[in-house]
């Protein structure tokens, strides 16, 4: 299970506060992808970097911001302007953004705001 | 953007039986295909893919086709087993340097 990491495994906030997510790549990969999944959702796609200093918003980003000041990390702020931040967080990593490269997931932070 | 509609949401079958899978999408450009598995409580993991010049691809007992024309993909796995119960999402992705779009998910059970 390694190659890609996302801590913590659970994470609990009150409303109000935001919250940054964690993901690491050993995988030297330059794309990097975080994603929403909610139940009977699918994974749907919040931010992506190409590559280093650079990221494009994905179809749900409101609310949402992201680094990518290095290769290796890309971290997720989930901002009090997300109105239902409650949900399963998945980090990926591929080798580039675009066709025909697999992605790698990890093993995701399930959040949960009261 | 692309659209990947998934059908059908839930699946049940008998150990043994096969199973289908169906996605549409929307992007006539899209040209990547990759079908991903999720079995409870892990990580999403690539199970196969296909590109838009290849019209079916065969990986044991798993297997997907294409057809460019409709706009729609299919997975088929064959003689089931409870191991593969599994939620399993469908993608497509669209030329340029542009991020996967994935369907909705369906959720697979293998009755032993």
């Known amino acids: 299970d390694g190659g890609i990491t996302q801590s913590p495994k659970y994470l609990f906030r009150k409303e109000g506060q935001n919250v940054t997510l964690s993901c690491e790549q050993n995988?030297?990969?330059?794309?990097m992808y975080w994603y929403r999944q909610d139940p009977g959702q699918g994974l749907r796609l919040i931010y992506y970097s190409q590559i280093v200093n650079d990221f494009q918003k994905g179809d749900i980003a409101e609310g949402y911001s992201v680094s990518r000041e290095k290769k290796e990390s890309f971290p997720l702020t989930v901002t009090s302007a997300q109105k239902n931040p409650t949900a399963f967080y998945l980090c990926?990593?591929?080798?580039?953004?675009?066709?025909?490269?697999?992605?790698?997931f990890g093993p995701g932070t399930r959040l949960t705001v009261t | 953007g692309e659209n990947v509609e998934q059908h059908p949401s839930t699946l049940s079958v008998q150990e043994g039986d096969s199973a289908v899978i169906k996605c549409t999408y929307s992007d006539s450009a899209s040209n990547y295909f990759p079908w991903y598995k999720q079995e409870l409580g892990k990580r999403p993991q690539l199970i196969i893919d296909?590109?838009?010049?290849?019209g079916e691809k065969k990986d044991q007992r798993i297997a997907v086709t294409l057809n460019k024309t409709a706009k729609h993909f299919s997975l088929h796995i064959t003689e089931t087993q409870p191991e593969d119960s599994a939620v399993y999402f469908c993608?497509?992705?669209?030329?340029?340097?542009?991020?996967?779009?994935f369907g909705s998910g369906t959720r697979l059970q293998v009755q032993p």
């Open positions: 993608a497509a992705s669209p030329t340029g340097r542009r991020a996967l779009t």
């Open positions: 990926a990593s591929s080798i580039s953004v675009g066709q025909n490269y697999e992605q790698y």
């Open positions: 995988l030297n990969h330059d794309a």
């Open positions: 296909i590109r838009s010049n290849v």
